[in-house]
């Protein structure tokens, strides 16, 4: 059983880029949650997607959008970057919306300069 | 709104030490609590659960038991070993409108020296 994969696992951008974040989902599961995790901190919830639909959203502004394929792979895009946006982004697929375990990818760490 | 509250670390234990990491959370409803461990470079990983009040989660030597009474859920170890070195992140999570969002603390850092 292959687990949560991300890439890439470091990337480096300068202000006002964007920047596309991929997933894969953990054999079997059909779900995928998007977290920040900033420096010291505990991760914050993104959005989530289910059969390709956003499937609830935290607190991040329109600029954070994401995507879901048939296979259940997601992306995380990321357009005009701030130097907040600097941190870990976590990747969890769950088999199911309302499953309270998720399995997590080992992370990207996104530096912006 | 959610949120968990946890001691600040570093927690510096050594070997063999008796390990407890304060957690308390505030929420509507009856949610789910959950202990996370990140060891330096991974992402998180689901160490133990609980999902109603007096239940215990256990793994790997360490316990929670959720406490409704007192909104803890407090982790504990009998005798740490410096592999359990990591960041523990204590977090709660219902099922909200369809889906379910956890809402995570700010972890703590646990260093055991041998």
């Known amino acids: 059983e292959t687990g949560v994969t991300q890439s890439p696992t470091h990337l480096i951008k300068t202000r006002g880029q964007q920047v596309t974040l991929r997933c894969s989902s953990q054999?079997?599961?059909?779900?995928v949650s998007w977290y920040q995790q900033a420096l010291g901190q505990g991760p914050q919830f993104i959005f989530q997607?289910?059969?390709?639909?956003?499937?609830g959203r935290g607190n991040f502004p329109p600029r954070f959008s994401g995507l879901q394929f048939p296979n259940y792979s997601s992306e995380l895009n990321v357009n005009a970057l701030e130097l907040d946006d600097s941190a870990l982004y976590l990747c969890?697929?769950?088999?199911?919306?309302?499953?309270?375990?998720?399995?997590f990818g080992p992370g990207t760490r996104l530096t912006v300069l | 709104g959610d949120s968990v509250t946890q001691m600040e670390g570093p927690v510096t234990l050594s070997e063999e030490a008796f390990l407890t990491i304060n957690c308390t959370y505030t929420?509507?409803?009856?949610?789910?609590l959950f202990w996370y461990v990140q060891y330096p470079g991974e992402g998180l990983q689901l160490l133990l659960k609980a999902t109603k009040a007096d239940d215990k989660g256990s793994n790997k030597g360490f316990e929670a038991t959720y406490r409704k009474e007192t909104t803890s859920f407090h982790l504990e170890k009998g005798s740490v070993q410096v592999s359990d070195s990591a960041v523990y992140f204590c977090a709660l999570g219902h099922a909200s409108g369809g889906s379910y969002i956890p809402t995570f603390g700010r972890g703590t850092s646990l260093i055991v020296h041998p």
């Open positions: 997607y289910y059969r390709e639909e956003e499937n």
């Open positions: 929420a509507t409803g009856y949610p789910s």
């Open positions: 054999s079997g599961h059909n779900t």
């Open positions: 969890a697929s769950s088999s199911g919306v309302a499953t309270n375990e998720q399995f």
